[in-house]
Each structure stands twice: as C-alpha cells, then as structure tokens.
C-alpha cells in the first residue's frame, strides 16, 4: 500500500528556514504528481506547493510564492519543501500528499487525493 512519511519539521524563528522531505513507498510508478498541504488548528487544510512527476512543473498559491520551493528525487521516491522567510502565519501541521489520475488536473494536486503522510509540524516564532 502507498506509504508517505514526512520529516523535517519543527520550530524556527520568523525569517529562518526549514526543509521538509516526504519519502514514497509501496507503489510500482511514480505519482503523477506530488504536493504539500498545510493545516492551522481552526482553519482549512491549504495547499501550499504541487509538483509533477513527469517534467517537473510547480505550483504555489500567492501566500507562499517566492518563499517555498517543492522539488523531488525521483531516483528516491522523495519530494522536498524548502521553506525560506518563514513567517508566523506559516505555523501548522504540514502534509505530504501523492496523486494519480484525475488528482492531477495540471495544476494543483487535488486535496481528494487518498494519499496523505501523517504529518510533520511546524512552528514559526515572533
């Protein structure tokens, strides 16, 4: 079975950085796309950085653009988010997620995706 496991998170200063990494396991071939979500305790699960498989292409809403990176390996079954100038409103549990088919419209990974990590946090401090 598909198995996402996410590491890397933890507590930072406003300005500092993090990089998170999300290994792959159990499937035959590669997502067609890949991507992180974060969830803040009371607000909806947001995504935050899709990236795809095949050509690399990336995607990021406003609210992180310029600041947050996502790559991959695929040699490794891995998928990175460099997260730079971190902010306080960038707090919350932060989740890796894989997709196929039509979880992968072209642009953003679909959050109906059933594959989901478990989560790593992260803390950003005034």
């Known amino acids: 079975r598909v198995q996402l496991v996410e590491s890397g998170g933890g507590s930072v200063q406003a300005g500092g950085s993090l990089r998170l990494s999300c290994k792959g396991s159990g499937y035959g071939y590669s997502s067609k796309c890949m991507g992180w979500f974060r969830q803040a305790p009371g607000k909806e699960r947001e995504g935050v950085a899709t990236?795809?498989?095949?050509?690399?292409?990336?995607y990021y809403p406003d609210s992180v653009k310029g600041r947050f990176t996502i790559s991959q390996d695929n040699a490794k079954n891995t998928v990175y988010l460099q997260m730079n100038s971190l902010k306080p409103e960038d707090t919350a549990m932060y989740y890796c997620a894989a997709g196929w088919g039509d979880s992968c419209p072209g642009v953003f990974l679909s959050p109906t995706t059933p594959y989901w990590g478990q989560g790593t946090q992260v803390t950003v401090s005034s």
């Open positions: 990236i795809y498989t095949d050509g690399g292409s990336t």
